[in-house]
């Protein structure tokens, strides 16, 4: 079965600093790779998305960005956090074609 | 309809009855539909979902109906338990698309 690991799950960094956050799936193969941000009682916004090694599609304008180096890894990355970077991040996984995303568990940044 | 920036709407219903959480939508164009559901600190997790050429689907305790005329969606949770409080997303893509759109969330709360 397929699954998706998310790491770290919280993770407290300070203004100013780089960020890496890591996301894998297993038991699956060329999927499309989403990563959301989520604000605190808030809906998903839509960050980037991947749909093959070394594709990214960067939805908003924003201080992230997001790499995708192996089929099934996909990164998070900033060079300097801002406090407006706090919030839960997610990874998704899907196949397309109309079938659904499915998510890890998160990772819950705060800026200080 | 876009969720980014909208508080989320509240659901309480009493342990045991049925809850009806409803999404209105936008695009004309939507072919496809999902039900996510999202625990505390979690990632929301897949339930149940529709295709355009359908009006009703049913899982296990769990109804999704659909009426394209008036862009609506509707989750059906039956006989509801403590552990179905959660925040319930819709969301829905157009045919081939790889993206998401999520709808605002409703936090539903089953009171015992």
Known sequence: ?112 | GESVGLHLPTLSVQEGDNSIINCAYSNSASDYFIWYKQESGKGPQFIIDIRSNMDKRQGQRVTVLLNKTVKHLSLQIAATQPGDSAVYFCAETPFGNEKLTFGTGTRLTIIP
């Open chain 1, 1 to 112: 079965s397929q699954t998706i690991h998310q790491w770290p799950a919280t993770l407290v960094q300070p203004v100013g600093s780089p960020l890496s956050l890591e996301c894998t799936v297993e038991g699956t193969s060329n999927p499309n790779l989403y990563w959301y941000r989520q604000a605190a009682g808030r809906g998903l916004q839509l960050l980037f998305y991947s749909v093959g090694i070394g594709q990214i599609s960067s939805e908003v304008p924003q201080n992230l960005s997001a790499s995708r180096p192996q089929d099934r890894q996909f990164i998070l990355s900033s060079k300097k956090l801002l406090l407006s970077d706090s919030g839960f991040y997610l990874c998704a996984w899907g196949q397309g074609g109309n079938q659904p995303q499915h998510f890890g568990d998160g990772t819950r940044l705060s800026i200080l």
